[in-house]
């Protein structure tokens, strides 16, 4: 069992920020690319950053300019900088390393006034 941790959410109002963690096996961390994504009951699960092993970044354009993926090969840590929250931005997130199916209990995000 690989034991996969998300951190770092919370209730924050429109406009504001958050950042996320996410910590796995060194073993599991190095080497693989990492993606966020966020789900909301009801909805399928959605893919909003990436990051490759040599640092390519990707994101969904509902979140382009706002959200920034970075990670710390240091402390096997994924993290998700989030600016300029909206409420559609609520959700449960989780990081994932591409290709497999190794999954945390994700970390509930709520943007409301």
């Known amino acids: 069992q690989v034991n996969i941790e998300e951190s770092g959410g919370g209730t924050v109002q429109p406009g504001g920020s958050l950042r996320l963690s996410c910590v796995a096996p060194r073993h599991i961390f190095l080497g693989n690319f990492w993606d966020w994504y966020r789900q909301v009951p009801g909805k399928e699960r959605e893919r909003v950053a990436s990051i490759s092993w040599a640092d390519s970044l990707e994101y969904a354009d509902s979140v382009r300019g706002r959200f920034t993926i970075s990670r710390d090969n240091d402390k096997n840590t994924v993290y998700l900088q989030m600016n300029d929250l909206k409420p559609e931005d609520t959700a449960v997130y989780y990081c994932?390393?591409?290709?497999?199916?190794?999954w945390g209990q994700g970390t509930q995000v709520t943007v409301s006034s």
């Open positions: 994932n390393p591409r290709y497999t199916t190794y």
